[in-house]
């Protein structure tokens, strides 16, 4: 409970840095969550964020994981991984973004079921939700 009151408290204090920190919702791909909502959240300079949902269904990390991919207008046709993760609970749910590289100007973040520990490279062929960045 601790570490999502923490996560909770980080992610406000984001928000509080106002325009200086991104703010998009997801929106629904697919159907493999058609009840999902929630947003993303992403401070460029400090390099970090957060991804809330609701609806999205709970997963066996034994058998698929979420990922995060952020789709970086700097890096081309190569997305940045931003995490592997699982929705444990029905309700709402705080994850930390965790980018294995910095990020020059998002254009999307995307989310896809991967095999468990996710992957390198991710086809998208299961794709449930995405947040496009205003331009």
């Given at each position: ?24 919702e997801w929106q629904v791909m697919g159907n493999e969550a058609p009840n999902a909502a929630g947003d993303v959240i992403w ?69 896809t079921i991967e095999k468990p520990g996710g992957v390198v490279v991710s086809d998208q062929s299961r794709l449930p939700l ?6």
């Open positions: 409970w601790s570490t999502q009151r923490d996560t909770r408290l980080n992610r406000e204090a984001l928000l509080a840095l106002g325009p200086e920190t991104l703010q998009v401070n460029q300079r400090l390099q970090t964020g957060y991804m809330r949902f609701s609806g999205l269904p709970k997963n066996n990390p034994g058998v698929a994981q979420y990922q995060l991919w952020i789709i970086d207008a700097d890096r081309g046709a190569y997305p940045v991984d931003g995490g592997v993760f699982d929705i444990p609970h029905d309700g709402e749910v705080l994850v930390p973004i965790q980018a294995k590289l910095a990020v020059g100007k998002p254009k999307a973040f995307a989310i995405l947040a496009p960045a205003p331009e």
